[in-house]
């Protein structure tokens, strides 16, 4: 599983010019899912980003999280985030989870994230979406489960 995370003032997303989704101060997630991706990899990210000190304290440090600063998330799904880009100048998406698995995950994601008690809002899965945001920063990382350390 893979995950953009911006750090942003505020942000909105639109399905056919309706706003579906948005939220203030907070986090903006972009979510891929995998074939081989399961819950322990959603609860790896969910408890990740809920904990991740990238919200600036009164020193303008890099020391407090999403939940420190009472902050939003708006997760929306990207499957684009699972191409393989390596060969050739098309993008393959085989390793990309197949669309009932895809939204199981992003749907388990977002139930656990809002169980660590940040409040969510979502795009529709699946959906063409126009995602507008003001980066604060800006700040991004991209967190990918397959990168984390083996215990």
């Excluded at 995998?34 to 600036?56: C, H, M, W, Y």
């Excluded at 992003?106 to 126009?130: C, H, P, W």
């Amino acid at each position: 599983m893979i995950a953009v995370i911006q750090r942003s003032k505020n942000a909105s997303v639109r399905v056919d010019d309706s706003v579906v989704g948005e939220i203030d101060h907070g986090l903006v997630i972009l979510l891929g899912v995998f074939q081989e991706d399961t819950e322990p990899d959603a609860d790896f990210l969910v408890s990740k980003i809920a904990g991740f000190r990238i919200f600036n304290d009164d020193e303008g440090k890099m020391n407090r999280s999403i939940k420190d600063v009472d902050g939003s998330a708006l997760v929306i799904s990207q499957f684009t985030l699972c191409g393989d880009w390596r060969k050739g100048r098309r993008p393959s998406f085989i390793n990309a989870a197949d669309p009932d698995r895809g939204k199981a995950l992003y749907d388990y994601f977002i139930e656990q994230l809002r169980k660590e008690n940040v409040s969510v809002a979502t795009g529709i899965f699946g959906a063409m979406m126009d995602v507008s945001l003001i980066n604060d920063g800006p700040v991004t990382f991209v967190l990918d489960t397959k990168l984390r350390a083996k215990r």
